[in-house]
């Protein structure tokens, strides 16, 4: 039998995966057909998570825990798998997001992220040029991992304006904005989510320049993440999360209300037909 090869699980967190689960199989005993068993894979799946050829799921992940009978080891590992195939200058947001008591999110040109249906985030994604099919659908998965923050216990309050404009912008055929447009609604009616349009008749000028996202722990504002081109940034320098903060109030007070904007949203999703 040829040599497994060597893993350094400080080089990645996919390599971290792989490690893990040679080391927990070998622990308890078993080999890779038994493992299969218990997780009702191929054998082949188990050999290729091993050996670096293949990302480990959600499903994979949570089913090797109950295997192994551990407290969501594997989860948290394949938790930081996600976070390593999204782009480098976001990851250390991710993870801020992901212990966020509180996000305050403006877009002046898109739905943002955490709200996307997978067909608006896929059609964003496929205009990267040079893009891959096989990259996009792994960055919509991610996407869609994240939105999990909506619905956890103890997950954050999420105040969302977004600029009149994206709910006109085509970014697809109209049943894909009318989706997209109910899927807001949809949302807006979890406890812990509130969204809010900045129309376009406050004539605001403030916030076109950059989409941003607030993130505070505990309380108390820690990092923003700035969107740009080709690079987004995570900021942390007082001085400049302070003028950020200054912004976002005052787009919140060019707002409308929850409820006419909720109404505002209805009267544009009718019209994509």
């Not at 350094?8 to 971290?16: K, Q």
């Not at 969107?227 to 976002?248: D, F």
Request: aromatic content about 8%.
């Amino acid at each position: 039998m040829p040599n497994p090869i060597q893993i350094n699980p400080d080089e990645s967190p996919l390599a971290r995966f792989a490690y893990e689960l040679r080391r927990q199989r070998l622990n308890v005993g078993w080999t890779q057909l038994h493992l299969a068993g218990k997780l009702t894979v191929a054998v082949s799946t188990v050999g290729m998570l091993e050996t670096l050829k293949r990302r480990p799921d959600r499903r994979f992940a949570e089913a090797c825990d109950k295997a192994f009978k551990l407290d969501g080891v594997f989860y948290d590992l394949w938790k930081k798998t996600r976070w390593e195939m999204a782009p480098e200058h976001f990851r250390n947001f991710m993870a801020l997001e992901a212990q966020a008591s509180a996000l305050q999110i403006w877009d002046p040109l898109l739905i943002p992220g955490l709200f996307q249906t997978e067909s608006y985030a896929r059609r964003i994604f496929e205009d990267e040029p040079g893009i891959t099919p096989e990259l996009v659908e792994q960055r919509v998965g991610n996407r869609r991992e994240r939105q999990s923050i909506l619905i956890r216990e103890g997950g954050p309050m999420v105040l969302s304006l977004i600029d009149e404009g994206v709910l006109h912008r085509p970014m697809g055929e109209a049943d894909l904005m009318r989706e997209q447009l109910a899927r807001l609604l949809e949302v807006s009616e979890h406890p812990r989510v509130t969204i809010q349009i900045v129309p376009y008749a406050a004539w605001s000028a403030v916030g076109l320049q950059a989409s941003f996202t607030i993130a505070e722990l505990s309380g108390v504002p820690s990092s923003v993440y700035v969107e740009s081109a080709p690079r987004g940034l995570t900021i942390g320098e007082r001085e400049t999360m302070t003028a950020l903060v200054g912004r976002y109030d005052a787009l919140r007070a060019a707002a409308f209300p929850k409820n006419l904007s909720l109404d505002l949203i209805k009267e544009v999703m009718a019209r994509w037909t």
